[in-house]
């Protein structure tokens, strides 16, 4: 089993992306809106930030409490939409219970959107635009790309903890040339095996440790963890690594597979906003 290690795939694009910003006469502006005290969610807001600013990116955290009335964040976003230095802006998910996410980012001006999940971003991609992919299915692609293998038609299948991200996903997957569906998590447990031993890419973002194991999976698979959970203090995946060693041809770790990427396409678009 080859591991699919984010690393160099993230410095590669950095650095072609830090080499753009440099010859230019704009620099990129990202804003991020940051609500609650999730550990999690400072953390990578904080990655965003030092990769940030370590390739010419301009980089703003405007932080809110839980107790914050969505009416101020509203005329936040509506500030930071009409500012020729913010190229873009993004909100860190998951947000605390009670704000309405689909809402605060349907606020974002859609040329602004850098995540890609404003409901005009979604449709053009939906409709075939790569150059609309969110940045997290295009992360994927990119690792999909380093195998440095070709498909044909064949089977690939995300499984997701949601509707929106599985079809998202999917359409990534099938612009790659993958005959590709999505299936839910909380599917019937034979239906979700059934699925999976047909496939040769297997995409998963669920957040549930352990959830696919060595048995489940084609010997010659493709697959690409996208999940986050914890077993105690340690942050793992959605694939159990131990089960999978010797049966699947790739796998990406977590951590260190997606992550990574996904800033590095995050603010690769953010260039593409400034810049094209």
């Not at 939409?81 to 689909?102: A, E, K, M, W, Y």
């Not at 053009?124 to 999909?144: N, S, T």
């Not at 498909?151 to 997701?160: S, T, W």
């Not at 239906?191 to 047909?198: F, P």
Request: hydrophobic letters at 45%; charged letters at 25%; glycine letters at 10%.
């Amino acid at each position: 089993m080859v591991l699919l290690y984010g690393k160099p795939i993230a410095e590669k694009i950095l650095a072609e992306t830090r080499a753009r910003i440099a010859g230019a006469s704009a620099v990129p502006g990202l804003a991020v809106i940051l609500i609650g005290d999730d550990a999690s969610s400072h953390l990578y807001v904080g990655l965003k930030e030092k990769a940030a600013q370590a390739i010419g990116i301009h980089f703003e955290k405007h932080f809110f409490s839980e107790k914050t009335l969505c009416k101020e964040i509203f005329e936040r976003i509506a500030e930071l939409n009409g500012r020729d230095d913010i190229h873009g802006i993004i909100v860190q998910l998951p947000l605390p219970s009670g704000f309405p996410t689909d809402e605060i980012i349907a606020h974002i001006d859609h040329k602004k959107d850098t995540d890609g999940f404003h409901p005009e971003t979604l449709s053009r991609f939906l409709l075939g635009q790569y150059d609309a992919c969110p940045v997290f299915p295009r992360a994927v692609v990119e690792l999909l790309r380093g195998t440095k293998q070709t498909f044909n038609g064949e089977k690939g299948l995300v499984v997701a903890n949601s509707e929106l991200l599985g079809k998202v996903m999917a359409q990534a997957l099938t612009l790659e040339g993958l005959n590709s569906e999505y299936v839910l998590s909380s599917e019937k447990k034979e239906i979700l095996l059934e699925k999976i031993r047909a496939a040769r890419v297997i995409v998963t973002a669920c957040g549930i440790a352990d959830f696919i194991t060595g048995e489940m999976l084609l010997a010659n698979a493709i697959v690409i963890d996208g999940g986050i959970a914890h077993k105690g203090d340690i942050v793992v995946g959605d694939v159990e690594r131990k089960s999978v060693e010797n049966k699947i041809a790739y796998l990406s770790p977590v951590p260190g597979g997606v992550g990574p990427v996904t800033v590095a396409t995050l603010l690769a678009r953010v260039a593409d906003m400034a810049l094209n």
